[in-house]
């Protein structure tokens, strides 16, 4: 598995420091308001890499934090007369709403700034010690060309960072390019106790000191969206490795941009939708699928069009999926016995699992030899920095060869086998193969009811205007050997 390294600007081999485990960071949100389809891309995106690394059997020690003490939230928390604290609490519940609906697994720890304040007060002292760092009326800054290879990971030389700053700069500060670590409190401002004043930290100290504790000082992957390579993360290396006296973290992965009909997102202008304001119009698997549609490190366009394209490919999957599963229901029902059988005996075929209790013929044989070799295109595509574009290739190609060869006549093992597949490759992307059953309310059941008595007494007249009414109401009915199928519009 290669995965491309921003701080050596080439795809690597992965070889985590640990056989077996991975120690995984990725930078979370500040909570002053709803996240945005912005901020959600990296959610997805390395969400599926840690999903990926668990598939091939690593054990990942997954860690993203929560800003939870930040300019923008005190201003919002005097805009509406509560505690800082009010609001950081409030938006992050409402982030576990929208991650929850993005189908993203929790993180194995989720630390918040405002409770690892003795850690960054311990860090920020030993760096101090070191020299890395002074402090100065209560501020303390980091001694940035104490560190000597300050910009390697952005490959940005500190003397031209010096003459390009425009803005103004701290008549405390020993060098304009040394940044805060801790900062006095202004009035009305949440602060802690610290050696050097009551305050609050610097934001690029948090991570550091989370990642430190939550993960050890050194890691294997930290990643975050393409913005933050400088000066944030930059920061943080020359923070951690200062302090720890090691690299800090093995390989750094950043996605790139995401843009709103092929312009900078933007409140200004209107073109600005948060996670919760897509969801009133689609699915959010919808906006996953979407995401991942991209090469995770290429600039992705957001329109309306590109999220209908993405909710048919979508369905396109599910109905694979649901059309082998009413077939395997139909041949439960008949044979009266449970087909999906957890604890059924298997035995390996072409790298499918095939269940012993159910007879599998030569032609299906290659069937499912064909499958995997689609699992194989699947895996490869993973396995080349992630190329989850690619990966749903190879998903929709299984899905092809299983609309085709997935038939009544099918035997129960060969459907079983292209369903397990299927979903277990969605699965690793994050992507529902199967949808959760939707009830019908009692009205729509009555109707369908209503249109099979229909069609026994040969009214078709009276059987399509019931199939228009239905389809009106946002219901699709398909009429199979195996029976009526609904879905919704």
């Not at 992965?253 to 995401?258: C, E, I, P, S, Y």
């Not at 035995?347 to 030569?362: A, C, N, P, R, Y």
């Not at 044989?365 to 080349?384: G, R, S, T």
Request: with cysteine; hydrophobic share 35%.
């Amino acid at each position: 598995m290669k995965i491309y390294n921003t701080l050596t600007k080439k795809k690597e081999e992965f070889i985590p420091l640990e056989e077996g485990k991975v120690k995984m960071y990725v930078c979370g949100p500040t909570v002053y308001n709803y996240i945005h389809i912005g901020n959600a891309r990296p959610i997805i995106v390395f969400d599926t890499v840690r999903r990926y690394l668990e598939y091939k059997g690593y054990d990942v020690n997954f860690v993203s934090n929560f800003t939870d003490v930040d300019d923008k939230i005190i201003k919002k928390a005097i805009e509406e007369g509560v505690s800082a604290s009010d609001i950081s609490e409030r938006y992050i519940g409402e982030y576990k709403k929208d991650v929850e609906g993005l189908n993203v697994e929790p993180a194995t720890f989720n630390p918040k700034a405002t409770e690892e304040i003795e850690g960054m007060i311990e860090m920020i002292s030993t760096l101090i010690q070191k020299g890395h760092a002074y402090e100065k009326n209560g501020t303390v800054y980091f001694r940035t060309r104490s560190f000597t290879e300050y910009g390697k990971l952005s490959k940005k030389n500190i003397d031209d960072l010096e003459a390009g700053i425009r803005i103004a700069v701290s008549e405390e500060k020993e060098d304009p390019m040394d940044f805060v670590l801790w900062k006095p409190k202004k009035d009305g401002e949440p602060f802690w106790e610290s050696p050097w004043s009551e305050g609050r930290p610097g934001w690029h100290i948090e991570c550091s000191v989370m990642s430190k504790k939550y993960l050890g000082e050194a890691i294997d992957i930290h990643a975050g969206g393409e913005d933050l390579i400088f000066p944030h993360h930059e920061n943080e290396i020359a923070q951690s490795e200062a302090c720890n006296g090691k690299e800090f973290a093995k390989y750094w992965m950043h996605n790139g941009f995401l843009n709103i009909d092929n312009k900078k997102m933007s409140k200004s202008t209107g073109n600005f939708f948060t996670v919760r304001e897509i969801s009133e119009s689609y699915d959010l698997s919808v906006l996953r699928f979407f995401m991942l549609s991209a090469h995770y490190r290429s600039p992705i366009n957001f329109s309306r069009d590109l999220m209908e394209a993405s909710k048919n490919a979508l369905d396109r999957i599910q109905t694979a999926a649901g059309h082998l599963t009413s077939l395997l229901e139909a041949k439960s029902q008949a044979s009266g016995q449970a087909i999906l059988s957890a604890e059924a005996e298997c035995e390996m075929v072409s790298g499918l699992e095939v269940d012993k209790k159910h007879s599998i013929s030569k032609d299906e044989e290659e069937i499912l030899k064909e499958a995997a070799k689609f699992q194989e295109k699947f895996e490869a595509a993973m396995d080349d920095d992630f190329n989850t574009a690619d990966a749903i290739s190879a998903i929709f190609e299984l899905v092809k060869l299983s609309n085709t060869n997935g038939t009544a006549e099918s035997s129960p093992a060969l459907l079983q086998e292209l369903l397990k597949l299927m979903t277990s490759l969605c699965e690793v992307l994050g992507i529902k193969a199967i949808k959760k059953d939707e009830l019908l309310d009692e009205e729509i059941e009555g109707l369908i009811k209503e249109r099979q008595e229909a069609r026994k007494q040969k009214d078709f007249k009276k059987s399509d205007e019931i199939r228009d009414l239905l389809l009106e109401k946002g219901i699709v009915l398909e009429d199979t050997r195996e029976g009526v199928r609904w879905k919704r519009a």
